[in-house]
């Protein structure tokens, strides 16, 4: 059971990225899956997360607008598609996934390390200026 994150790399202010996250081991349907990001000499906040078997979708407010979060139950991937970055969004970007009956889309996001969530080694993104 893992999940792997792919997709990070270096892009200049205003530009895109697409993160994608794979899940094996286990079906994603059954998860609520949420991004997570860490920067340097920062504490890892919440991004954005989905439940896909329900389509509900909770985004922190940084991230409203500018970031979309999607699921492909066929790939038993979620994506996070990043639009007009700022250097702030610089980070080491996370998945993870937990029960969706045990965590809703927006309490996975307010509480990461409740229960035996599952998460990645995540990938890096950085945006210069």
């Known amino acids: 059971v893992q999940l792997v994150e792919s997709g990070g790399g270096l892009v200049q202010a205003g530009g895109s990225l697409r993160l994608s996250c794979a899940g094996s081991?286990?079906?994603?349907?059954?998860?609520?899956l949420a991004w997570f990001r860490q920067a340097p000499g920062k504490e890892r906040e919440g991004v954005s997360s989905?439940?896909?078997?329900?389509?509900?979708?909770a985004y922190a407010e940084d991230a409203k607008g500018r970031f979309t979060i999607s699921s492909d139950t066929a790939k038993n991937t979620v994506f996070l598609q990043m639009n007009s970055l700022r250097p702030e969004d610089t980070a080491v970007y996370y998945c993870a996934a937990a029960p969706f009956g045990v965590m809703s889309a927006s309490a996975l996001l307010k509480y990461p390390n409740y229960g035996s969530n599952i998460w990645g080694k995540g990938t890096p993104v950085t945006v210069s200026r």
């Open positions: 989905i439940s896909p078997i329900i389509g509900t979708t």
């Open positions: 081991g286990f079906n994603v349907d059954d998860y609520t």
